[in-house]
């Protein structure tokens, strides 16, 4: 990496920790005007954090970050964003009963009265200056999702950023918007803006980066040019990451009878899935983070309806099976979501063991909580929950003893169908080897679907993966298949489809 | 450099310490009554005790103190078990009144019928009148995604002109003078007195209630799925919990025990349906079910104190002239100072230095 200026923004060892979890670690970073950077990463790589950092939303825990050489601390947006920094954000912020103008000038304009007329002549120059066609006048409300992306860069222009941040700017566009984006990308950094621009998509980066920075595990393990990449293949490798850092003892397990089945499944971001899942075997889900695998959960653990397709459970169809009021032997989910979906923080640790438990410790109307607390002070032993006091809420534990408890309990439903969606995501090394033990363990009676990005993960427990991209499968083989094993990470970028396999 | 303030919410709330934060918010808020009283040129500190002994210095004064917390007791109840799902029903004044309405029908309609059937079918009239009351914005908010606290504030205005249609129309005394009240109820709709006191069975309704709401919440699957639905409703919906089914059992139930209280006020209060019985008691209601925190037993505490601030009250309009709304407005510092003193327990501030 080399360039002739001094860098605009530089990052300095910058390291951040939640917990246990290190979500950046040592991170050394330039920043460049008139530059493109790429920060090209899986989920939970740690992008979002190290942004977070730059725009003053968390403050990092070791490190420096400093603007022209000048040492800087945000300790909040405002103060990133009047040094020249801002950030658009996946999900916007704008008052959508306002017009653009209004949303531009919100909070910036001076004095008491408001010029209607200047404000819009404002906006209507500065979106000329950076190409941007955009209607002043017109409600947030009526805008589609790239036309708010621009009044959010706008927002930023407005302020005078030099430093334009950018998280996965392409997530709620279309393929034409997402090409306006991209001219508008490269105007900036031509009139002299620094753009960063998070992403985990390969073609994009390589269409409108300069340089690429590529995160993994929290630490940035690869910079270099665009110019420098040779092969697609070869980035998608670095990104994703296959060395296995943990094996454990997987016995093959004598399949049985088909437990779930999808057969042309659709659903918002879901297109045509079809899957089978036997008693005694791992299917792992692999694909990049929102390539519709969250659909493909949230519609089989009875959280959305298929929009069309089938589902059958344990031999019910979908309906059926989400009338049927059981919470023993039948199916687990365990979600990725463990604080906002799988878990009421406030309450404590029985009722939260009671939470998908209930019927089982109910006799006719009543609640036996007694019975509930005594028998999950036993799993508090056997999963070693710390703190191990049931009576404590579950908001006072670590990411890792939540998820323990969350899976204690849906063990303890002994579940013939199990949905684990990155069941070891934020889990340090030693409690992610508990968590493959138990999943290895449970499919002797039942089968699991094992939704994960993590490479590693699914290639030591799968027996078979069925790789995602853009809502469909592209392909599904058992992990003895190493021909197919080796080019995951292209089918997870998107870079192979099941027709054109012969390119390799 | 300067000073800033800056605020961050507490890892735990407060515990121990909410007791003493309680204590000094309601002493804030007599102390900020006081002042007002002051400011009008009346003796605060005597007025303060105007109010105390007025509402519980004398035997006569406890029973009335008595007497107005009953109906506030099962209003606030009632919203109680609908805040628990997070549901904010504040119609328990027109859930009261179509209670009242209900009860005042069967008194009126079956008069031959001897207490043991009339009273038990005027709680139950009551009961189901209040309750589709409470059903009908849940109702709505399920399939028309409205919000119920709108719905059930104007559905209030909607009970109490209903009220007043039935009672200066199709309802009213004839033998009245004008005045817009059904007729007094016989005897045997009439709610019975205890003893030789002032005091009605009303009370043991009241009691009845408060412990049945505990073992609900306490010991039944029911009560244990609307906690959760209450504090997470993704979660709910993750665990299956009957979320739109539980929304609709708290609305009735809120309704149905607003409605008890209305029926109680007609028959052993008031021994008719008349204006007069709408004085606001299912909004003290709600300010009581927060200063109780939803817990039947505080509800009941705090039933009495602020049944007792309206009778001291009215004692203060005697001996000082002080205009009745001074209540309301002591009610309102209450509900104020122990709000803000709520932020102290989750939040907890920092001084610190700007750069």
Not at chain 1, 287 to 309: D, F, M, R, T
Not at chain 2, 145 to 171: C, H, K, Q, S
Request: aromatic residues 8%; proline residues 4%.
């Amino acid at each position: 990496m080399s360039s002739p200026h001094p860098p605009l923004v530089r990052l300095e060892k910058i390291s951040k920790s939640f917990g246990d979890v290190h979500a950046n670690r040592d991170i050394v970073l330039d920043i460049h005007a008139g530059r493109i950077k790429a920060i090209l990463g899986e989920n939970g790589a740690g992008k979002s954090t190290l942004m977070a950092m730059l725009a003053g939303q968390l403050q990092p825990d070791g490190g420096r970050i400093l603007i022209n050489g000048q040492p800087v601390r945000f300790t909040s947006t405002r103060q990133a964003i009047q040094a020249g920094i801002g950030m658009v954000y996946q999900h916007f912020k704008l008052v959508e009963a306002m017009t653009v103008a209004e949303n531009l000038f919100l909070s910036q304009e001076k004095g008491f009265w408001l010029s209607h007329r200047r404000m819009m002549e404002r906006t209507r120059q500065l979106a000329a200056r950076y190409h941007m066609t955009i209607d002043p006048a017109a409600k947030i409300d009526d805008l589609s999702m790239g036309e708010r992306q621009r009044v959010e860069i706008l927002k930023l222009l407005r302020r005078q950023s030099r430093v334009l941040i950018f998280d996965e700017p392409t997530a709620v566009l279309t393929p034409p918007e997402i090409e306006q984006l991209f001219r508008a990308l490269r105007e900036m950094s031509q009139q002299g803006k620094a753009i960063v621009f998070i992403s985990h998509k390969l073609d994009e980066v390589m269409d409108v980066a300069d340089e690429i920075a590529i995160l993994r595990k929290g630490r940035i393990i690869d910079q270099l040019d665009v110019a420098e990449v040779t092969s697609k293949a070869e980035l998608a490798r670095r990104m994703v990451g296959k060395e296995v850092l943990l094996e454990v003892d997987r016995r093959p397990c004598k399949t049985g009878n088909v437990l779930l089945e999808a057969e042309n499944l659709s659903g918002e971001g879901l297109e045509g899935v079809s899957l089978q899942l036997c008693r005694g075997e791992i299917l792992g889900i692999v694909g990049v983070a929102g390539n519709g695998q969250k659909s493909l959960a949230e519609i089989i653990c009875g959280l959305q309806p298929p929009a069309s397709g089938r589902v059958r459970i344990l031999g019910s169809d979908w309906k059926r099976f989400y009338a049927t009021r059981t919470d023993k032997k039948t199916l687990s989910y365990i979600p990725e979501d463990r604080q906002g979906l799988a878990t009421c923080l406030a309450m404590n640790l029985v009722e939260n063991f009671l939470l998908t438990t209930r019927l089982t410790f109910s006799r006719g109307v009543w609640l036996q909580r007694q019975q509930a607390r005594s028998r999950l002070q036993g799993l508090t032993g056997d999963f070693d929950i710390q703190p191990p006091n049931v009576d404590a809420t579950a908001g006072q534990l670590s990411g890792g003893n939540l998820q323990k408890l969350v899976l204690a309990r849906e063990f303890f439903r002994e579940p013939r169908v199990i949905v684990a969606e990155q069941p070891t995501q934020g889990l340090d090394v030693a409690a992610t080897e508990e968590v493959w033990k138990l999943l290895l363990a449970a499919r002797q009676n039942a089968g699991i679907l094992l939704i994960t990005g993590d490479l590693a993960e699914a290639l030591a427990l799968c027996d078979r993966v069925a790789v995602m991209f853009g809502g469909r499968i592209v392909d599904t083989f058992p992990t003895t298949d190493s021909e197919k094993v080796e080019r995951i990470g292209m089918m997870m970028a998107g870079l192979e489809t099941p027709g054109k396999v012969a390119a390799g | 450099m300067a000073i800033s303030l800056r605020i961050r919410k507490r890892q735990t709330p407060l515990k121990l310490q909410s007791g003493l934060v309680l204590a000094g918010a309601l002493v804030l808020s007599l102390a900020l009554s006081a002042l007002l009283l002051k400011l009008q040129g009346k003796p605060a500190g005597q007025a303060m005790l105007v109010i105390f002994q007025g509402a519980f210095g004398s035997l006569w004064a406890l029973e009335d103190s008595l007497i107005k917390a009953v109906p506030i007791f099962l209003c606030s109840l009632g919203v109680a078990v609908a805040f628990r799902l997070q549901i904010w029903n504040i119609g328990a004044e027109g859930q009261y009144a179509l209670g009242a309405v209900g009860a005042s029908w069967v008194a009126l309609s079956f008069p031959s019928l001897p207490w043991y059937l009339l009273q038990p079918l005027m709680l139950a009239a009551a009961s189901v009148t209040g309750g589709l009351w409470g059903l009908i914005p849940a109702v709505l908010k399920l399939r028309m995604r409205t919000n119920e606290i709108i719905v059930t504030l104007m559905l209030n205005y909607i009970a109490i002109l209903f009220l007043d249609y039935l009672v200066y129309g199709p309802w009213k005394d004839p033998r009245s003078f004008g005045f817009p009240m059904t007729r007094q109820f016989d005897t045997a709709a009439v709610v019975s007195k205890i003893g030789e006191s002032n005091l009605n069975w009303g009370i043991l309704v009241c009691v009845a209630a408060g412990v049945i709401f505990w073992i609900f919440f306490r010991f039944t699957r029911y009560g244990y799925e609307i906690k959760a639905g209450g504090e997470n409703i993704r979660a709910a919906r993750y665990a299956r919990i009957p979320y739109d089914y539980l929304v609709m059992l708290v609305m009735v139930l809120s309704g149905a025990l607003a409605g008890w209280a209305g029926f109680l006020e007609v028959s052993a209060t008031v021994n008719r349906l008349e204006p007069s019985i709408m004085v606001g008691y299912g909004y003290t209601a709600i300010v009581v079910a927060w200063l109780a925190r939803l817990n039947p037993l505080f509800i009941g505490v705090a039933s009495l104190l602020l049944a007792g601030l309206r009778v001291g009250v009215e004692q203060l309009q005697l001996d000082f002239q002080v205009p009745a709304a001074f209540g309301q407005i002591m009610e309102g510092l209450i509900l104020l100072t122990v709000l803000a003193g709520g932020f102290f327990v989750n939040y907890r501030f920092y001084l610190g230095k700007k750069d």
